[in-house]
């Protein structure tokens, strides 16, 4: 990754792109500018890749391989891609900001696993154990030890060796998840949530006055249908990403108008979901 960022354009939105034929479907990471320009299939090492998610410093891309097997993380600048000591099923995961550790969840449990084979992979948060009997979406926080995560109707934290449960943020619709994102500096947590039991919007709050009510959080948007998840990404320039139904769209942190990053691309895609963001400069392949 080289040159300035005011050189290079909107910074990159990846997300998952799901393909359609006839009974067959496929699935890639496409890349897109949040400007709407530009915008490829990556051509990444395996095939059928999903779950992306860049990490902290921006310089390479965690993903999921061929039936979700496996993670891989793809440096950008190298063009290299190598697995991480994962088994079994994987879903979507978080690098921490030290670049020692990835957390991932396999649609029940969350794991913990070493970035270059240390720690060995173990269960971090047991779907059994939580309200819903799923975890998901987990986050690093500054310090590479806290993961914020989302079960159903709550955004939970614990430490990564385990321990030190806490709920951060309590949702009044136990059936939803609020996927939770942090924003670049990890000081801020955005949410959908609904207050009220009723209405849904995406919130932000600040992470150190977390846990508090869950209208605390500043309103950045009204959502108009709740599905069971939205998968948010804050990006660099102050705006969020986030899968709400088939497409892929972005609104600023601090409130606007959401616009629509995929609408047209009908007929490329039968869904785009799981936004993440690379550098403008990102040398993508």
């Keep these: 990754m080289a040159g300035d960022a005011a050189d290079c354009g909107a910074p990159w939105v990846l997300f998952t792109l799901l393909k359609e034929s006839g009974t067959a479907s496929t699935t890639g990471i496409y890349a897109r500018r949040a400007d709407g320009s530009d915008g490829h299939l990556l051509?990444?090492?395996q095939a059928e890749a999903s779950y992306p998610s860049t990490t902290p410093d921006g310089t390479a891309?965690?993903?999921?391989g061929p039936s979700v097997e496996s993670l891989f993380l793809y440096a950008f600048a190298g063009g290299t891609s190598r697995p991480l000591d994962t088994m079994g099923k994987t879903g979507f995961g978080s690098v921490s900001p030290d670049g020692q550790t990835v957390v991932y969840g396999d649609g029940n449990d969350l794991w913990v696993v070493g970035a270059s084979g240390s720690p060995a992979q173990h269960l971090l948060v047991e779907a059994s154990s939580t309200p819903s009997g799923a975890a998901g979406y987990p986050?690093?926080?500054?310090?590479?030890?806290?993961?914020?995560f989302a079960v159903g109707g709550l955004v939970q934290s614990i430490q990564a060796g385990g321990g030190g449960l806490s709920t951060l943020l309590t949702d009044s619709a136990p059936g939803t998840f609020p996927n939770p994102a942090l924003s670049p500096d990890r000081q801020?947590?955005?949410a959908v949530v609904s207050c009220d039991g009723a209405s849904y919007e995406l919130r932000v709050y600040p992470l150190a006055s977390l846990?508090?009510?869950c209208t605390a959080g500043a309103v950045v948007t009204t959502v108009?249908?709740?599905p069971p998840y939205y998968d948010l990404a804050w990006g660099p320039t102050g705006l969020l990403a986030y899968s709400g139904g088939d497409d892929v769209f972005l609104v600023g942190a601090t409130g606007g108008v959401p616009v629509n990053l995929t609408a047209d691309l009908t007929g490329v895609l039968a869904s785009a979901s799981e936004p993440t963001w690379a550098p403008a400069c990102a040398a993508l392949p």
């Excluded at 891309?61 to 999921?64: D, K, R, V």
């Excluded at 986050?139 to 993961?147: A, G, H, K, P, Y």
Aim: hydrophobic residues 50%.
């Design 43 to 45: 051509a990444l090492p």
């Design 61 to 64: 891309l965690l993903y999921a």
């Design 188 to 190: 801020q947590l955005a």
């Design 224 to 226: 108009s249908s709740a």
């Design 211 to 213: 846990p508090a009510p």
């Design 139 to 148: 986050v690093f926080e500054q310090d590479s030890q806290t993961v914020v």
